[in-house]
Each structure stands twice: as structure tokens, then as C-alpha cells.
Nanobody, 128 residues
């Protein structure tokens, strides 16, 4: 069992930066892959980034590549999402998720169904 708690959301002007944090409980944290997803009002939950259990492999959605960076600290059971050059279209509730380190199928890391545990979400608002 893994419990996840996100923090760090808020209101930031376009072009600004924000760092989201996700605190994980459970002894299996270092063996799980971690992901960030986001959901805007009236839209489906979309993949943002994923990091494998060691931190050596990272994936990003095309829309955030070059602007967002996912990282983890296994000693602290923490995952981070550093967001820069924020745009109004980044406005959403951001969710932290945990799942098996391995998944089969091309692009499987981007599927919400490949994650077993979810946080409650943190709101990020970038006014236009």
C-alpha cells in the first residue's frame, strides 16, 4: 500500500515557475515508478511525466518537454515536478501516481490504468 500527498500548487503568472512535491508512504517506494498526470475542468486526465524506480529513465508528454522536469529522492520518499515557462494551458489539477516499475506495450507509461495509487491532487492555475 502506498499513500501519496501532493503539495506545491498555486497561482503563478505565465512564464513563471512552480515546483510540485509528492510525499509517499510505504516501504515499497524505491521499487515503484512514479508519474504525474493533470486534469483540466471537463477534460480527461492526461499524462505529464514519469520516472522509473532508480530515476535513470524519464518520460515526458510532448506538451511539457523542455519545460518540466521530474525527479525523485528515494531516501526521502519524495517525487518532484519542476515546472518552468508555465502557460495558461498548464492550468489543471496535478496528480501524483505510483505503479509497477515495468509496463509492457508502447507508451504504456502514459496510461492512467498502469498506476495503482493516486494522490488527491493539487491545483495549478496560470491565468491568461
Amino acid at each position: 500500500q502506498v499513500q501519496l500527498v501532493e503539495s506545491g500548487g498555486g497561482l503563478v503568472q505565465a512564464g513563471g515557475s512552480l515546483r510540485l512535491s509528492c510525499a509517499a508512504s510505504g516501504r515499497t517506494f524505491s521499487s515503484t515508478a512514479m508519474g504525474w498526470f493533470r486534469q483540466a475542468p471537463g477534460k480527461e486526465r492526461n499524462f505529464v511525466a514519469r520516472i522509473n524506480r532508480t530515476g535513470a529513465v524519464r518520460y515526458y508528454a510532448d506538451s511539457v518537454k523542455g519545460r518540466f522536469t521530474i525527479s525523485r529522492d528515494n531516501a526521502k520518499n519524495m517525487v518532484y515536478l519542476q515546472m518552468s515557462s508555465l502557460k495558461p494551458e498548464d492550468t489543471a489539477v496535478y496528480y501524483c501516481a505510483a505503479g509497477p516499475d515495468y509496463c509492457s506495450g508502447s507508451g504504456c507509461y502514459a496510461l492512467p490504468t498502469k498506476y495503482d495509487y493516486w494522490g488527491q491532487g493539487t491545483q495549478v492555475t496560470v491565468p491568461s
